[in-house]
């Protein structure tokens, strides 16, 4: 009997100690919770979002909001073994791996520089495509942002060489173009890709204000046609948009600050008062791209009132999962395109929403 009750005494001893133990080992896992959500057509911290310069801008009621995710942990603030099981538990939370946003060898400094860069790009991208679905002329040149070595152009194209054309035709650099047509960087991407491999091409690149033709053979890769050169547009806007979200990183605001610059930009609203929030990428062209996170950035948006959540088709599966699914209506968006028809259709209440 004696020899049980002790049995049991270290047992609960080595029990309580396990759980103790665990309340400080560290665990490499992340915790995503409903972070800020940010009216793109209000103001954060007595300041405008968006702010237009150069052309007319407009208020009007609605809101049209970006959210985020907010993690914790990481490799300098690692989480304990009850917060993770806790956030497990929760219908609120998602637990993953801490390399999903911190790849090995990457510092958490590393990491925000570069979901820094990605917010820039964003802002760029959300106006281009802002400008192009209203019809308001740009300029996109395709500027040389470095080659890939082992293929042609390296060594020949040098990082700042402006392509001016392709074969001896000009890139045209103007948006929109008539019947669609590609312009700046896609151009030269679908000018090169006429091409087969084997074939010559000659490019003529504009170097310190000087041009020099440059001819080389086209490669293959990833099994379709390349010479190795990788492009950014050096986009001329006419009108300046200046947008301020503070310390936010990452891509994922894209669409709504495409719809936010349009309500800016446009005598009526966009909304008709209602209030959206929504998450996804965008590019120059409009298309709408998927963004993880969507089951707490659903949460987000329901708690700060949002009626309607527009999300990439991609990221369309993600919504079942959300604690706020059949709280707030969710709307499946492709295009900056279909983002205005959709807000169209809330406005007037005529025709029907897609759906995830």
């Not at 009108?239 to 446009?266: C, H, K, N, Q, Y």
């Amino acid at each position: 009997m004696v020899r049980r009750v002790m049995t049991l005494v270290v047992a609960l001893v080595l029990l309580i100690g396990l759980g103790v133990g665990s309340r400080f080992l560290p665990m490499p896992y992340l915790v995503a919770g409903p972070g800020l959500t940010l009216d793109t057509v209000g103001e954060n911290e007595g300041e405008p979002v968006i702010r237009i310069g150069g052309a007319e801008s407009y208020e009007h009621e609605g809101s049209l909001s970006m959210v985020t995710v907010q993690y914790a942990g990481g490799p300098q603030h690692r989480l304990d073994f009850f917060t993770v099981v806790s956030a497990w538990l929760s219908p609120n939370e998602a637990v993953m791996p801490e390399e999903l946003l911190f790849p090995a060898g990457r510092t958490q400094e590393e990491v925000s520089e570069q979901q820094a860069v990605q917010m820039n790009d964003s802002q760029t991208n959300a106006t281009a495509a802002a400008l192009g679905e209203m019809g308001i002329g740009y300029e996109a040149v395709p500027v040389v942002g470095d080659t890939v070595e082992g293929l042609p152009a390296h060594g020949v194209a040098e990082p700042g060489d402006i392509v001016v054309a392709v074969d001896g035709v000009t890139v045209p650099t103007s948006f929109p173009q008539e019947d669609e047509e590609a312009a700046g960087s896609t151009a030269v991407v679908e000018m090169v890709g006429a091409h087969e491999p084997g074939d010559t091409v000659e490019l003529t690149l504009e170097r310190d204000g000087e041009r020099l033709d440059v001819e080389m053979e086209v490669a293959e890769n990833d099994g379709g046609p390349a010479v190795g050169i990788m492009l950014a547009d050096d986009m001329d806007f006419p009108v300046d948009v200046e947008i301020t979200v503070g310390d936010i990183g990452g891509p994922s605001a894209g669409m709504m600050f495409a719809l936010g610059i349009m309500d800016r930009l446009s005598q009526e609203s966009l909304t008709g008062g209602a209030d959206i929030a929504g998450s996804g990428t965008i590019d120059p062209a409009g298309t709408v791209g998927g963004v993880s996170g969507i089951q707490q950035k659903m949460v987000s948006a329901q708690r700060a009132g949002a009626e309607y959540f527009f999300v990439a088709a991609e990221s369309c599966s993600q919504t079942t999962e959300s604690a706020a699914s059949g709280e707030i209506e969710v709307v499946r968006i492709e295009t900056l395109t279909d983002a205005v028809e959709a807000l169209e259709t809330i406005r007037t209440g005529e025709g029907s929403l897609p759906r995830c």
